[in-house]
């Protein structure tokens, strides 16, 4: 999953190398939260959310194997 959302987020920004993600588990959840440079956040985020409820989608859709709700926190 994490390396999913690398993917994904290296293909949206200008700056790749700076793309990181860290796993949080948590009771009966994952947080996955997505660090960005400070300039690529809107890129991430799209208009509207558009991109982030996109991404938020595909995580979800992926994680159905597992039994612990998963979400995406984007941050610089």
């Keep these: ?3 999913l959302i690398t993917v ?3 293909a949206l920004v200008d700056y ?3 793309v990181h ?3 949080v588990e948590e009771d009966h959840a994952i947080v996955y939260r997505l660090l960005v440079h400070p300039s690529d956040v809107g890129k991430v985020i799209g208009k ?5 409820k996109a991404l938020r989608t595909v ?3 992926a ?4 039994s612990k709700r998963v979400t995406v926190d984007i941050s610089s």
Excluded at 48 to 52: K, L, T, W
Aim: overall charge positive; glycine content about 4%.
């Design 48 to 52: 509207q959310g558009r991109i982030a």
């Design 21 to 23: 993600v860290h796993e």
């Design 8 to 10: 994904i987020a290296k």
């Design 16 to 18: 790749p190398d700076e």
């Design 63 to 66: 994680a159905v194997k597992h």
């Design 1 to 3: 999953m994490k390396q």
């Design 59 to 61: 995580v979800t859709s």
